[in-house]
């Protein structure tokens, strides 16, 4: 069994660490209650934006240059992550599933990456092509920053630098669940059993120049949209991972204080026993 003072120095470590665990989950709460509000007034307006670019890009006949679907031979995939750890499963995750699209879903495919985030960079660096990191942006997170990201994205696929760019970040859903997501940003994706004739529209100037003009702006929107939800969905996380290793540290430090209780007793009784035991030499 341990001595006396190592017991303590334990449970001092262990309630120190709780505490900061404990501050941890409360910021990560409080930054959570700003991203999700934030996310979840933009989801509506994202989601619809895309469905009428989906459904107005895959009625043109002659298609445009973002719905180019050629041969696939080299694959961006954009990794949206965080900056810091400590949130659990949440950066774990975006890089396990960009390692499926790379040696699975696109294997024999030349696959790079850029990273939105220093996690990624740094894991994924060591084994693929990291092209580009943008892990400033989450120092100001803004749509104009976040607009020139998809527009550097939009660029290399016009140009044919990449044949298909698909984006990997976490949806949030709740402070506790976060859904992995793997999405198709270039080329579009027509939406599927729609019909634009079937719609009551009016186009002004014309079906094609307006596409031309909202395409852009739905892509900058749809990356928008990812990152605010994986920024959101990193600060759940980590208060969920913040409060459960709050607890654990509680229930440890409960433990070492049963142990300290018992060690300081047993101690005690040998002392005790040390002293009838002397008293009774004595005597005799």
């Known amino acids: 069994m341990a001595n006396l003072k190592e017991i303590r120095n334990r449970i001092a470590s262990v309630s120190s660490t709780m505490q900061i665990t404990s501050a941890m989950k409360m910021v990560s709460a409080a930054k959570l209650k700003k991203a999700q509000d934030a996310i979840t007034a933009m989801r509506p307006y994202a989601n619809k934006l895309t469905e009428l670019l989906q459904n ?24 949206i992550n965080s900056n810091r ?6 950066n774990t ?31 994924l660096g060591k084994k693929y092509n990291i092209i580009a990191n943008h892990s400033a942006v989450y120092d100001d997170l803004t749509f104009d920053n976040v607009a020139a990201i998809a527009e550097d994205l939009m660029e290399r696929f016009t140009d044919g630098s990449y044949d298909r760019i698909d984006v990997v970040y976490n949806k949030f859903k709740n402070a506790a669940t976060q859904i992995i997501m793997s999405e198709q940003f270039l080329p579009i994706v027509p939406a599927e059993g ?3 004739s079937n719609k009551d529209y009016i186009f002004e100037p014309s079906k094609a120049e307006i596409v031309e003009q909202l ?9 928008y949209k990812g990152i605010r939800d994986s920024f959101a ?3 759940g996380a980590r208060m969920t991972a913040m409060h459960k290793a709050t607890d654990n540290a509680t229930e440890l430090r409960d433990q070492l204080k049963l142990t300290y209780n018992k060690a300081r007793q047993a101690a005690i009784t040998n002392e005790i026993l040390e002293i009838v035991g002397g008293a009774e030499a004595l005597n005799n």
């Open 233 to 235: 969905s990193e600060h």
């Open 194 to 196: 729609t019909e634009i």
């Open 56 to 79: 107005l890009s895959g009625s043109l006949e002659a298609g445009n240059k973002f719905s180019d679907d050629r041969k696939i031979n080299k694959v961006l995939v954009v990794a």
């Open 93 to 123: 995750n975006i890089i396990k599933q960009g390692i499926v699209l790379a040696e699975e879903t696109y294997a024999g495919k030349q696959v790079d990456f850029m990273a939105i985030g220093k996690k990624a960079n740094d894991i």
């Open 215 to 223: 395409i852009p702006k739905s892509l900058k929107t749809q990356l």
């Open 85 to 90: 750890g400590l949130c659990g499963a949440f």
